[in-house]
């Protein structure tokens, strides 16, 4: 490879890197692990931390986020991988100190440099939304359980309740749908349908499987049945190539009801750009994390 080449190609990777929409900060291990000093963070990092890069490179993590130590779940990754050079994945988590109070997901790695890379996501919003749902979730089965112990209920007042949930579900601008034990929709938003390009009314009553063929083979599947199974909340990130060709990555929650399971369903990022950048970033990403040139207007 030619020295052009390499200077193009570095320019490329620090593009991405500057103008990719997920968060990334890269660190140097000091003390022996026990902190570590921001050497570089993205402007997506810049948003996700309110901080201005020019602010904070060369500060100490420990005071850049002061309750990091109090947080298991950050720290010890943060040293475990450093430590190790093994990449781990930290699930939806809440950062709280006096500054910020977030919700995120975090990849963490360490380069062949011995940096640590630590890549992230702010899904408050979502994470938020999802409580609010499990939240009404739980508000309908006590309301059902209670209707069904009395001996008179008012089925006005009922209905009510159920048309404001609908209500709500119909909000939602992420996918949201309700299967039963038996797997047909019970409930579906417009969003929900609008996906796969049907009708709400199209799926409703309808079965998963037999309105998908070949969904049993897919990471949703296999979601929709550990949660009927273990009767716990499962959150997972899959690709999916719908029948038409249309291809998308979606972030799936799937949520355990008495006798079914919600699924609520959020695209995260569709279409060529993604299938042709993620395996150039995941074959060599520290081309462009390490380097110190700088494209021009950068």
């Known amino acids: 490879m030619t020295e052009k080449s390499i200077i193009e190609s570095e320019k490329v990777f620090r593009e991405l890197f500057n103008n990719m929409s997920t968060g990334v900060s890269v660190y140097d291990a000091i003390e022996d692990g026990n902190d570590f000093i921001l050497k570089d963070m993205n402007k997506a990092g810049e948003t996700i931390n309110k901080f201005k890069k020019k602010d904070v490179i060369g500060k100490n993590l420990s005071d850049l986020f002061p309750g990091v130590k109090e947080y298991d779940t950050f720290f010890e990754v943060f040293k475990r991988v450093w430590k190790t050079g093994k990449s781990e994945r930290i699930p939806t988590s809440l950062y709280k100190d006096e500054r910020i109070t977030q919700w995120v997901e975090c990849y963490v790695y360490k380069l062949p440099s011995k940096r640590l890379v630590i890549m992230y996501n702010d899904v408050t919003e979502h994470r938020t939304t999802e409580m609010e749902l499990q939240k009404l979730n739980e508000e309908l089965e006590q309301r059902v359980e209670e209707r069904a112990n009395e001996l008179v209920v008012s089925e006005e007042k009922y209905r009510n309740f159920f048309q404001q949930y609908k209500m709500l579900v119909e909000s939602i601008t992420d996918s949201v749908y309700v299967l039963d034990k038996d797997w047909n929709y019970v409930l579906v938003n417009e969003a929900a349908a609008g996906l796969v390009q049907l009708k709400a009314d199209e799926m409703l009553n309808k079965n998963l499987?037999?309105?998908?063929?070949?969904?049993?083979?897919?990471?949703?599947?296999?979601?929709?049945?550990?949660?009927?199974?273990?009767?716990?909340?499962?959150?997972?990130?899959?690709?999916?190539?719908?029948?038409?060709?249309?291809?998308?990555?979606?972030?799936?929650?799937?949520?355990?009801?008495?006798?079914?399971?919600?699924?609520?369903?959020?695209?995260?990022?569709?279409?060529?750009?993604?299938?042709?950048?993620?395996?150039?970033?995941?074959?060599?990403?520290?081309?462009?994390?390490?380097?110190?040139?700088?494209?021009?207007?950068?």
């Open 209 to 298: 499987i037999t309105l998908f063929p070949g969904i049993e083979e897919t990471q949703f599947f296999k979601a929709y049945k550990s949660v009927m199974e273990t009767k716990k909340m499962e959150r997972i990130l899959s690709e999916f190539t719908h029948p038409d060709g249309r291809y998308g990555v979606y972030e799936l929650g799937v949520y355990p009801i008495k006798n079914g399971r919600i699924g609520c369903l959020k695209t995260v990022h569709t279409g060529r750009l993604r299938r042709m950048i993620l395996p150039r970033w995941r074959k060599a990403p520290w081309k462009y994390l390490r380097t110190k040139k700088r494209p021009p207007g950068s």
